[in-house]
């Protein structure tokens, strides 16, 4: 599974934020790049305890995971600090909960990594402050 990697990806935040959102993207994306569109329908039809229960560790680990990157950020001046953390991740949870499931990827035509690329595309161009959004 992913929660392994996500520790080491997230290391180092306080110092290197980009660095640090981009290996968390990362592996992430190489997580949900894994389930094909069809297989996540099949299993929401077939198992739709074993998706639910997927969708409740999707939950922790945005709230644990980009919660602690988000605060990070934050601490730098990277990310906004008028929109309220706890907020954010609402918005970001509730946002992957709409699109990244199976009948709206089908409909989308995306698969599900693509469709949370493009989620969190969204969400950090709206998070991000100007001063975050310089490279290094």
Not at 20 to 31: D, G, P, V
Not at 38 to 60: C, E, H, K, N, T
Not at 69 to 97: F, M, N, S, Y
Not at 122 to 127: D, K, P
């Amino acid at each position: 599974g992913v929660e392994p990697e996500l520790p080491p990806a997230i290391a180092g935040c306080g110092t290197n934020f980009s660095g640090c959102l981009h290996r968390l993207l990362s592996t992430m994306q190489k997580h949900t790049q894994e389930l094909q569109p069809a297989f996540v329908r099949d299993m929401q039809r077939s198992r739709p305890d074993l998706f639910g229960r997927v969708r409740i560790r999707r939950r922790q680990i945005i709230q644990n995971h980009f919660g602690k990157l988000l605060a990070a950020g934050q601490k730098r001046g990277l990310i906004r600090k008028d929109i309220p953390l706890h907020v954010a991740i609402e918005i970001l949870l509730g946002t992957t909960e709409a699109i990244v499931n199976p009948a709206k990827v089908m409909e989308l035509e995306l698969t599900p990594g693509k469709a949370f690329s493009s989620v969190i595309a969204v969400f950090l161009e709206g998070m991000i402050t100007p001063q975050g959004s310089k490279r290094p």
